[in-house]
């Protein structure tokens, strides 16, 4: 396999453990472990790391072992605001666009979020969540703004892993809904609107103190 690809691979496969705390924030990692692990040699291991490191999920200093960043809650607190204003741009470009087929589909994943929170499965309820999201994010027609929330999102979701249980509170099923109508009925500002609060919510329940 060519080596960009094996990178590439290296590279989802950690996001994914780092995202989801099976690399815990602050654990230490060795590259050479990780190539172990992979079956690889450490140059693949080494720019998937690189990678991760430019999107500040690992973080590594001279004479020191790599390590997974810890999670700081003013940088997530300032990473929420960032996330909720492209969400918002995203959606005052795709409602006047989005259709039936698009809004079925938005009920369709606000449906398996639900079901996935009755159920306390962080895992489907994020994927769920990012499925919703993400109709909107097509129909805007915008890839610098996905572009922008790749860097950013993994961060934010790292968090509703390690918080999962304090998120008492969370009403993202009746907001989307809420998103859904808006969408239905062209209100652009308000659907705007909406999806900005979705995300700001989020972020207050997430980063609000013990």
Known sequence: MDRPVLRDQIYEHLKKAIITLELEPGQ??????LAATFGVSRTPVREALKRLEDEGLVES??????????IDMKEAKHAFTVVATLHALAARLAVPLLTDNE???????????QQALDVQDMTRAVEA???????????SGNREIELALERIIPKIRRLEFAKFGSLEGLTSVEQHAAIIQA????????????????????????????
Do not use: Y
């Open 183 to 210: 969408c239905k009925s062209r209100e652009v500002s308000a659907a705007a609107h909406l999806m900005e609060e979705n995300w700001l919510s989020l972020g207050r329940i997430l980063t609000r103190e013990s």
């Open 103 to 113: 809004f079925a589909a938005m009920e369709r994943e606000n449906r398996k979020l």
């Open 28 to 33: 230490r990692i060795k590259d050479s472990d």
């Open 129 to 139: 969540d990012d499925a919703f999201h993400q109709i909107v994010l097509d129909a």
């Open 61 to 70: 200093s001279p004479g020191s072992l790599t390590r997974i960043t810890p």
